[in-house]
């Protein structure tokens, strides 16, 4: 259950950590978030609101993934726990609270800042710890150092993390998530802006996933055509032809198949951070992959992958940002 619990918030990438006021704002805020793509939430117990809105919003979506966060003590894991959370975040590490979640197989993700709170962690087997204030004890570039001696642990940071360093920290291998703020402010939940939130939620995820037309297929015959066509690219626009078994390559915006491959007219490229998380989230809107398609590297994650269904006669397919490679 943990590990398909970390599975989903690998693939959603950021999770937001919401704080309310009214348990009655949680339904309509629960909505605005899985419209916009973030199915997810860490509702904290810094107010006394926190267990109503965790009920309210289970209730009111209840394929949504939510979270405890800001908890102190064994009684807040009891009561988050009743009201539907799935997992729990502190902002320290406590071995009281270790203890309970390990012997009642309850998903934790402790804060941890140094090198002795991840080693406390391990102890009780916790895989992923919060890294918190991420940005105020050094931001990624802590995260990587103390990630080396600790292989088998993995990251979740959380504090100061924005649109602008987000994909920074989500670049690192070890990290699955991040939590954040920006698009639940406090100011447009008092409002009851809730479709201002969605759109935050939206810019959000389109923010880490960063999909983007990465090349063109033309489909052709034969190998002979296909050499006309990169030929005419690399005449007319200079695009230089860097020629592969089964396709020609004009620098890296068409690619000319030397025989017919998927998609009536050819197919579409579109690049994404993570082609795992770009698949997930797509596969939430209702796209469905060609599973056999998927191309997987060496380290074991996904290359790229076919949707199933074509689109003005042309396949699509998501890969990894060669800028990422």
Known sequence: MELQLLKKIQQYGIVPVIRLEHAEDAAPLARALCEGGLPCAEVTFRTGAAEAAIKNMKTACPDMLVGAGTVLTVQQVENAVAAGAEFIVSPGLNPDILKYCAEHNILILPGCANPSDIEQAIKYGVEVVKFFPAEAVGGVKAIKAMAAPYNQVKFMPTG???PSNVNDY????RIIACGGTWMVPGDLIAAGDYNGIRKLTEEAVHTILGFHLAHVGINCENAEDAHA??????QIFGFKANENPNSIFSASFVETMKTPFLGAKGHIAIAVNSVERGKAYLERKGIVFNEESAVYRKDGKMQAVYMQ?????????????PKLA
């Not at 989500?170 to 291998?173: A, G, I, M, W, Y």
């Open 309 to 321: 269904d074509e689109i003005g006669g042309f396949a699509l397919h998501l890969v990894r940002n």
């Open 229 to 234: 066509v990169a030929d005419a690219f690399e």
């Open 170 to 173: 989500l670049s690192f291998e």
């Open 160 to 162: 100061g993390i924005n």
